[in-house]
């Protein structure tokens, strides 16, 4: 009902900056809310930043002051803005969508992820 893709990944220096995008397409009237996960190779999915409807945003404490998450919704397109990144920012990053607007019976829609890998 709601498809997500993302892009922009890519390999970088630490101290680099990459700018990644989520398209999303279908019943983007359900969206309440869009986020950026990642995961660490061996560890657990983790939320980046998230974004409300409203434009409320919200970061994880290892990104505060780096990353900078944006949406347009003209072109429903989710950013995430990553600068002075750290080799421990390598992961796969992943584009959710809540979709509690609407009576789905689905929570949220993930995209299938982009590799992000910093080099020290």
């Known amino acids: 009902q709601v498809e997500l893709v993302e892009s922009g990944g890519g390999l970088v220096q630490a101290g680099d900056s990459l700018r990644l995008s989520c398209a999303a397409s279908?019943?983007?009237?359900?969206?309440?809310?869009m986020g950026w996960y990642r995961r660490v190779l061996g560890k657990e999915r983790e939320l980046v930043a998230s974004i409300t409807s409203g434009g409320s945003t919200n970061y994880a404490f290892s990104v505060k002051g780096r990353f900078t998450i944006s949406k347009d919704n003209a072109k429903n397109t989710l950013y995430l803005q990553m600068n002075s990144l750290k080799p421990e920012d390598t992961a796969v990053y992943y584009c959710?969508?809540?979709?509690?607007?609407?009576?789905?019976?689905?929570?949220?829609?993930w995209g299938q992820g982009t590799q992000v890998t910093v080099s020290s």
């Open positions: 279908g019943d983007t009237i359900c969206i309440s809310a």
């Open positions: 959710n969508a809540d979709v509690t607007n609407c009576p789905t019976g689905f929570d949220d829609f």
